[in-house]
């Protein structure tokens, strides 16, 4: 019995270590959970496809204890990680530490989906190795059209109307656009036409040379270049006058002859030797003035203005009206 009884008290001895061994065995696990929290949560959890969700993993431990999330890839599951955000740390009142880490989301499929488990490793003060993982979270995608179930289908490939025939299409449409065209090119000649036919207004006959000529004479009558002393200008004005006269009296190229051409074209144009010997002595008084410094005497300078008037009125040609012209220049009123 006594022997039994040993055997017994060796045994409760025996029991009772284990258990303490198991308690300290177990100790570092229970104080290590202690230490550390991990909690996830998302916003929203009903969706559209597309849109943006926020993930959040939210550890609370003690400072000395450090812990690393395992860095998620491109995607977590079937969504795909569009930023990854480490918030700062907090200290809570009791001591502790909150820390946060924020994943933006979003998918492109439709259904009922779960965002899977996310692993921390987190390590104490005496080195202890710890690996905690938060819940799979569920999360509803919904299709944009609540009439189509599933993902996104592919666009419709395009209608063939019932007969249709492109090139004949074609060919009428060109017909249209050609007769459109040439319709209004009609239109906006014969608009021109009209319009111009509106403006034309009868000149009449074109004025004689000799009414041009006698109106330059007078003007140069008007500039007082004799009693100015210009007389030298005044020579120039009157014998320039006059060369303009004789090209479109006799339809001559003047204004760049010399006297000598002068004479010569308006012996070639058949001139007679009368009209020729007016105007020769008249030239080469005014050429002494230009060119040779020669001062006429008083008379002679007021007179040569009167000789160039002479000279305009003595070779004018007389018109020939027809009898159409005649009709023609009456005003309408008076054309019966």
């Known amino acids: 019995m006594k022997g039994h009884f040993q055997i017994h008290r060796l045994s409760q001895w025996n029991l009772g270590a284990l258990g303490l061994i198991l308690v300290i065995l177990s100790f570092p696990s229970w104080a290590q959970k202690d230490e550390i929290s991990i909690q996830a949560s998302v916003d929203p959890d009903t969706v559209h496809i597309g849109d943006v969700i926020t993930y959040t993993l939210t550890v609370i431990h003690a400072p000395e204890v450090t812990f690393q999330a395992t860095p998620p890839g491109t995607n977590l599951g079937a969504f795909e990680v569009r930023d990854y955000q480490v918030m700062p740390q907090e200290e809570l009142q009791d001591g502790q530490l909150q820390s946060e880490i924020r994943l933006l989301l979003t998918t492109f499929q439709t259904g009922e989906l779960d965002i899977p488990a996310v692993e921390i490793v987190a390590v104490d003060s005496s080195g202890h190795i710890d690996t905690l993982s938060t819940s799979r979270m569920p999360i509803a995608v919904a299709s944009l059209n609540p009439d189509q179930n599933g993902d996104i289908k592919d666009i419709k ?156 009125l003595s070779t004018r040609e007389e018109p020939v009206v027809t009898p159409s012209e005649a009709v023609l220049a009456k005003p309408l009123s008076d054309r019966e």
């Open 157 to 312: 490939p395009p209608v063939k109307l019932p007969g249709a025939r492109p090139f004949l299409s074609w060919l009428i449409g060109g017909l249209i656009l050609l007769a459109v065209g040439t319709a209004l090119l009609l239109y906006l000649r014969k608009r021109r036409l009209r319009q111009a036919l509106s403006t034309i207004e009868y000149q009449g006959p074109p004025r004689p040379a000799h009414e041009i000529a006698l109106e330059e004479l007078d003007r140069i009558a008007s500039l007082n270049l004799i009693q100015r002393g210009l007389i030298k200008q005044f020579y120039t004005e009157i014998s320039e006058a006059i060369k303009r006269y004789i090209g479109r009296r006799y339809r001559l190229q003047t204004m760049e002859l010399t006297t000598a051409e002068l004479v010569s074209a308006m012996e070639q144009a058949s001139l007679s030797e009368e009209d020729v010997g007016i105007f020769k002595p008249f030239f080469q008084e005014c050429d002494l003035v230009k060119f040779a410094k020669h001062i006429p005497l008083p008379d002679r300078i007021d007179g040569a203005l009167e000789d160039a008037r002479q000279l305009v």
